[in-house]
């Protein structure tokens, strides 16, 4: 919520400021570029977080459910054959219920839901880590946004000399 919170003010922002630091008749280009810039950013944000969420979820699912003395061998079998490809998020009641159709006792089926909770849980912290961790990265870039318009005087004394010069 926070995170949605944080794009959607400064969604608005950023096309100011980017349309802001160029001439007025490049401004539509850089609008129709930051337009394309977000999109891509989102598309690609929402790939990498979901494959980072998914591998975390299959890896600590698969080996909870190995590791785990109370499962079967039977259906630690076929989870590494099922699931090696990706453990798909799933509701505990759908779990649940393969489980019973696979014919688990309620010990076996208590153990997984636990495991494949505590997976969720652990891919989804590992997610937020990748976008918090993307966040911080864009803040050390934005100390070259310009901060005046093109064609403003700047307070640098350099650049002033160089003007009336």
């Known amino acids: 919520m926070i995170i949605g919170l944080g794009i959607g003010a400064l969604a608005s922002q950023l096309g100011a400021v980017t349309v802001s630091a160029v001439p007025d008749?490049?401004?539509?280009?850089v609008g129709g570029l930051q337009n394309t810039a977000l999109n891509l950013g989102a598309s690609?944000?929402?790939?990498?977080?979901?494959?980072?969420?998914?591998s975390v979820l299959t890896t600590l699912v698969l080996?909870?459910?190995?590791?785990?003395?109370?499962?079967?061998?039977?259906?630690?079998?076929?989870?590494?054959?099922?699931?090696?490809?990706?453990?798909?998020f799933v509701s505990d009641t759908a779990v649940r219920m393969s489980l019973e159709a696979y014919g688990a006792t309620q010990a076996t089926?208590?153990?997984?839901?636990?495991?494949?909770?505590?997976?969720?849980?652990?891919?989804?912290?590992?997610?937020?880590?990748?976008?918090?961790?993307a966040a911080a990265l864009a803040l050390f870039f934005t100390r070259w946004v310009p901060t005046t318009p093109p064609g403003a005087p700047t307070s640098d004394p350099e650049d002033q000399e160089a003007i009336s010069v």
């Open 109 to 133: 089926i208590d153990a997984v839901l636990q495991i494949n909770a505590d997976g969720r849980l652990a891919a989804l912290r590992a997610a937020l880590f990748v976008v918090v961790l």
């Open 25 to 29: 008749k490049e401004s539509s280009e």
């Open 63 to 88: 080996q909870g459910v190995l590791a785990h003395p109370g499962i079967p061998d039977s259906l630690k079998a076929d989870a590494q054959t099922t699931f090696g490809a990706g453990v798909p």
């Open 44 to 54: 690609l944000g929402t790939a990498l977080v979901g494959s980072v969420m998914i």
